[in-house]
């Protein structure tokens, strides 16, 4: 249960992240998201009791969220975050 929540509470971050930077630079995001990238962040995550491979799913929201500050940075800081 632990590890649901923790990849809930991830996924929704990184997906809460693409939109603020869609509405505020979304030309970055261009060569970033990809179709398998929409699957995973292109709605609010609910993912039930029975979830597969969660391990597997941490690691790769953690991979995109570490992927996207990265562009953020090597882009300057074009996104401008709520106060």
């Known amino acids: ?3 649901l929540t923790r990849l ?10 693409l939109e603020e930077v869609a ?3 979304g030309p970055l995001l261009v060569v970033l998201v990809d179709e398998e990238w929409g699957r995973r962040y292109g709605r609010p995550v609910r993912l039930g009791k029975n979830i597969t491979r ?3 799913r941490i690691l790769a929201a ?10 953020l940075h090597r882009h300057g800081s074009a996104v401008t975050w709520p106060h």
């Open 1 to 3: 249960m632990r590890d």
């Open 8 to 17: 809930e509470l991830l996924t929704e971050a990184v997906r809460a992240a």
């Open 23 to 25: 509405r505020t630079a």
């Open 54 to 56: 969660p391990k597997t």
């Open 62 to 71: 953690g991979d995109d969220a570490c992927r996207l500050l990265e562009r």
